[in-house]
């Protein structure tokens, strides 16, 4: 049996991490050393935009997964712990990229830059630092910077494409309920029938029994007459003889 979907995708985003972990290694031994470590930060920053693509596509998945009953939620518990390992791990990531202390309260990143340019904003970890760009000629920067972009859209057209599932899904659990309040319409005013007759027949049982009873009555005189040294003959008949 072929491996989840899923974990295909768990697997391939935990190698993408230690693969950023080894050239983050390289890039400081290459900074050590003299080197010039502006291409391995190129690298670095496309794969750390990667890594967070996979990591909002895993959660995306999974909540799907869930809300459609692929799994059981035992299950959904277990990779949500092992996303939020990821999630941890490429702050660390980051932080280490950057030459800070890992902060591990919670934060969202982005793709795209943050507008506005407010004092005290989280600097964009994509955005090319000159120093980075040392000694690259200028085709090189313009093929590393168009890479980066073309990441970028890759990344946006992933995005659209899951709002657009989810709105999707949308409609279907909306056309859903509503063919379930239309069974549930019917279902009542089926009941509400069933009731009515109930209650009819009802009405019916105890008028026959307040007959009955009536008639009953009057069976022990006729006996009695019955009885008599004379015969007699009433001028009204028992019920049972009706």
Known sequence: MSQDHWLQNYNATCRLVQEIAENIHERNRQQRTGGNAAKINMTLRAS????????THLKETLLQALSQHRILQSEADRRQNL???LVTRERQILATFKGET????????????????ASGATANPWLIDESETCGLTFGEIKQQQQHIIEVQDAGLDALAAVISRQKQMGKDIGNELDEQNEII?????????TDS??????????LVEVKSASCGEFDLPLLQIYKGSA????????????
Do not use: W
Request: net charge neutral; proline share 10%; with cysteine.
């Open 48 to 55: 750390m935009q990667k890594l967070n693509q996979n990591i």
């Open 83 to 85: 996303v939020d390992d």
């Open 102 to 117: 890992p902060d591990f309260e919670p934060s969202r990143s982005s793709l795209m830059p943050a507008g506005g340019g």
């Open 185 to 193: 319409d019917d279902l009542t005013n089926l009941v509400d029938k």
């Open 197 to 206: 007759r109930i209650r009819s027949e009802t009405r019916r049982v105890k």
């Open 231 to 242: 015969p007699y003959f009433p001028l009204f008949m028992p019920c049972h003889t009706l």
